[in-house]
């Protein structure tokens, strides 16, 4: 999955492809490179990130959603919150909603139930600007896992059938690196949820930490978590270095596939 923020305050690559021509031709380099999805998100979630209110994310994401979808071959992502965006970017031509808020805003289900649409289902704790003071599990593996299993039971319960629905813990989202680090090594527990996991590291702070580098040093480092999170069982990986990451993740299949 390709990372294609048009915003103007993403942490690593804000404000690169805010135009419907830059934002194409990021695409289509992403799809050459080899990636199967490509996530177009109007509102940076990142930590401390401020929300960005309902027009402004309309404007953002729905020409370019237009524009993508006459690219073949691509799988388009709608990455938001908000269901008046997930409304009007499946209406331009979007396949999958990716909710870093698991569908929880009000009519956010109903948004995805009524078109059809695929859905990725995020574990958040607290909220973007906030979520990073101090936060707390007993048992994260197990919290994130009963949290994502909730979800999947309010959203199949909608009528959004199992077959739909991805699952994602949320790397970075309310949590520390230790806390990141236990998800990583309990990934596998997630799969028993019986929908395919995806995984985000891309450039984010957990590896910066680990390796005390600024975001566009970081890609060694979020390759090796990719290719352990596959390993452990994740089907998708989100990244905005889609080229390596591809390579990577082709040679971990193709040993685990052997295996
Ligand atoms: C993700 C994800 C996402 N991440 C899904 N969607 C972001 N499904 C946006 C940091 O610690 O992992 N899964 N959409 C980006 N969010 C962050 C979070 C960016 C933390 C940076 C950090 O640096």
């Avoid at 993403?10 to 805010?18: E, I, K, P, R, V």
């Avoid at 994401?61 to 993508?68: K, S, W």
């Avoid at 139930?113 to 007993?138: F, I, K, N």
């Avoid at 990719?226 to 990986?237: S, T």
């Amino acid at each position: 999955m390709g990372v294609l923020n048009v915003t103007p305050d993403s942490f690593s690559d804000g404000g690169l492809y805010t135009d419907v021509d830059s934002a194409l031709a990021q695409a289509r380099a992403m799809i050459a490179a080899g990636a199967a999805v490509i996530d177009v998100g109007g509102e940076s979630t990142r930590p401390g990130a401020r929300s960005v209110p309902l027009d402004e994310e309309l404007d953002r994401v729905v020409p370019v959603i237009a524009a993508l979808a006459e690219l073949p071959d691509a799988i388009i992502s709608i990455d938001t919150r908000k269901p008046e965006v997930m409304r009007a970017a499946l209406a331009a031509g979007a396949h999958m909603v990716n909710d870093v808020n698991a569908l929880r805003a009000p009519g956010a289900v109903a948004a995805v139930a009524e078109t059809g649409a695929a859905v990725c289902l995020m574990h958040m704790r607290g909220e973007p600007e906030s979520m990073q003071q101090q936060p707390q599990y007993s048992d994260v593996v197990a919290e994130v896992h009963s949290f994502l299993q909730q979800r999947v039971a309010a959203v199949t319960g909608a009528g959004v059938p199992l077959e739909r629905i991805l699952i994602d813990p949320g790397f970075g989202f309310g949590k520390t690196l230790q806390h990141n680090l236990a998800l990583l090594n309990g990934l596998g527990r997630l799969s028993t949820l019986g929908c395919p996991v995806l995984v985000g590291f891309s450039r984010k702070s957990m590896i910066g930490e680990l390796l005390d580098a600024p975001p566009l040093s970081r890609l060694h480092g979020s390759q090796a978590a990719a290719v352990m999170a596959v390993a452990a069982g994740a089907r998708l990986v989100r990244s905005h270095d889609v080229g390596p990451t591809e390579q990577a993740l082709r040679v971990a299949s193709a040993v685990l596939g052997a295996g």
